[in-house]
T-cell receptor, first 112, second 116 residues
């Protein structure tokens, strides 16, 4: 089954404790991205990757890091989480061109 | 640069009534346009998309949308609402030309409520 898998689905952590949210896709998509969803703001892009070892900032990259060492994986790293990073996070992947983006189930992060 | 405006953060309709969710976009290149639906505690699911060709596109669950270039709009409609349509709906735009990038930009979403 074609899918984008995020882990964990729910995470509560404390300020400053480094964490990683994993994302994996099995569709051989070139393009992957991370979004955060906040009430009234829709989905905002954090980082994206056009292919292996090619990443770039989205609209709200501050406080986040990413890496793309393999085509299927695109982890999101919060080196020192803060409460304003409490949000619902989505990973998405797609081919280029006309293809739609496929989304993971989301990771609800709470930073206390 | 591209952006999406969804008019109405909350829309309420009666079961069996017409559903109309509005989306206007701006894009410096011809756009690809998408509507996604999000049910509670779930990810986003594609409803329909416009890339090229016919401007009236049909999607899943009886939804359809019409691309109107002159109005820069891509409104989502369904003739008869069902209780199961209650969800949040997002309109999104992406550059539709090679070299225009691959970024998907979302609107702020419209929460649809369906009442008996």
């Amino acid at each position: 089954e074609a899918q984008v898998t995020q882990n964990p689905r729910y995470l509560i952590t404390v300020t400053g404790k480094k964490l990683t949210v994993t994302c994996s896709q099995n569709m051989n998509h070139e393009y992957m991205s991370w979004y955060r969803q906040d009430p009234g703001l829709g989905l905002r892009q954090i980082y994206y990757s056009m292919n292996v070892e090619v990443t770039d900032k989205g609209d709200v990259p501050e406080g986040y890091k990413v890496s793309r060492k393999e085509k299927r994986n695109f982890p999101l790293i919060l080196e020192s989480p803060s409460p304003n990073q409490t949000s619902l996070y989505f990973c998405a992947s797609s081919f280029r061109g006309e293809s739609e983006a496929f989304f993971g189930q989301g990771t609800r992060l709470t930073v206390v | 640069a591209q952006s999406v405006t969804q008019l109405g953060s909350h829309v309420s309709v009666s079961e069996g009534a017409l559903v109309l969710l509005r989306c206007n976009y701006s894009s410096s290149v011809p756009p690809y346009l998408f509507w996604y639906v999000q049910y509670p505690n779930q990810g986003l699911q594609l409803l329909l998309k416009y890339t090229t060709g016919a401007t009236l596109v049909k999607g899943i669950n009886g939804f359809e949308a019409e691309f109107k270039k002159s109005e820069t709009s891509f409104h989502l409609t369904k003739p008869s609402a069902h209780m199961s349509d209650a969800a949040e709906y997002f309109c999104a735009v992406r550059p539709g030309r090679a070299g225009g990038g691959n970024k998907l930009t979302f609107g702020t979403g419209t929460q649809l409520k369906v009442e008996l």
